[in-house]
């Protein structure tokens, strides 16, 4: 019974920093970093900007937060998932990339504002999205991947990459469509049959 009031403090905790997240992919998204503000966020969340702090620390430290750690988690994960496979292939992997951000469309909204605004060198993410397409390839290629005989795999993952990132632009424009249905036509012309029969 004593820790009792200590589980409900530390609950309450849990809640407001992820509630401050939320609030953080939000505002990213639709005003970008430098429209955002600590203290709209604080309000948004009914906390004070100090409040706010206690748990990020600092803007930069809340922008570090939502791309390390709330976006780029979850399709690490899947990424990560396929070393240990008996046939990995890499077109369950983007798939499962795919149907993962399909259910997070304001999470793409920041990673695609952000990423479109941090051109300028002197953006606290500039570093960030410079070294991240590099990380993602190296990742990607920590897997031996089962592909067709005469494909070149890092330029498939770099290509397949870029056309993710597009593809997903074009969603955040008609969110009416599915992203899942969008990617299958990339990957149609990505990995084209009867040469990735069985492969895909």
């Not at 998204?29 to 702090?53: C, D, F, H, M, R």
């Not at 990957?187 to 895909?200: I, K, N």
Request: aromatic share 8%.
């Amino acid at each position: 019974m004593l820790h009792l009031p200590h589980a409900k403090k530390h609950d309450k905790s849990v809640d407001s920093r992820a509630a401050i997240l939320n609030a953080a992919v939000i505002s990213f998204g639709e005003l970008g970093y430098y429209g955002t503000s600590l203290q709209k966020i604080a309000n948004s969340v009914g906390l004070t900007k100090a409040g706010v702090l206690h748990h990020v620390g600092s803007k930069e430290g809340l922008l570090d937060i939502v791309l390390n750690e709330v976006y780029d988690d979850a399709t690490d994960t899947i990424v990560e998932g396929f070393v240990n496979d008996e046939r990995p292939l890499i077109a369950d992997m983007w798939r499962g990339v795919v149907a993962v951000n399909a259910k997070r469309p304001e999470q793409v909204h920041m990673f695609s504002t952000l990423d479109a605004e941090s051109i300028d060198p002197k953006h606290p993410a500039h570093n960030y999205f410079k070294n991240r397409d590099q990380h993602v390839i190296d990742v990607t290629l920590q897997t031996k991947w089962v592909v067709p005989q005469g494909i070149n795999i890092k330029n498939l993952v770099q290509a397949g990459y870029s056309m993710m990132d597009g593809i997903q632009l074009r969603w955040l424009r008609a969110p009416e469509r599915d992203l899942n249905e969008m990617w299958a036509e990339c990957e149609a012309e990505l990995m084209p049959m009867p040469l990735w029969q069985g492969y895909r």
